[in-house]
Nanobody, 127 residues
């Protein structure tokens, strides 16, 4: 059974940094998409933050480009999201998610094909 478990959320002031971790277990596919998705208060839909595929290709949502970095350590079965220069509008619940391999994992997420999700971790950025 596939399981994703997030950690590393918390509260930080604007301009600060946080690093989210996602522990992956039971995922046996050799090719895959992994990513971070967030739910922002007051917004109707989720937002794809960043994705990484099994070949190491990364993609980012426009609102986080240049500030967030996604990485994957296959030896530790973990996915990370380094978040720098955080803004109050980054406040939300962040989820680790996984789906089938695609050349464009961010598009794969928006196509609704990320089928495995973690429980989420809260990120709060104060001004």
């Amino acid at each position: 059974q596939v399981s994703l478990q997030e950690s590393g959320g918390g509260s930080v002031q604007s301009g600060g940094s946080l690093r989210l971790s996602c522990a992956v277990s039971g995922y046996t596919y050799s090719r895959y998409c992994m990513g971070w998705v967030r739910q922002i208060p007051g917004k109707k839909s989720d937002e794809g933050v960043a994705t990484v595929d099994s070949e190491g290709i990364t993609r980012y949502g426009d609102s986080v480009k240049g500030r967030f970095t996604i990485s994957h350590d296959s030896s530790k079965n973990a996915v990370y999201l380094q978040m720098n220069s955080l803004k109050p509008e980054d406040t939300g619940m962040y989820y680790c998610a996984a789906g089938p391999y695609s050349r464009d994992c961010l598009n794969e997420y928006y196509s609704g094909r990320f089928s495995t999700w973690g429980q989420g971790t809260q990120v709060t950025v104060s001004s």
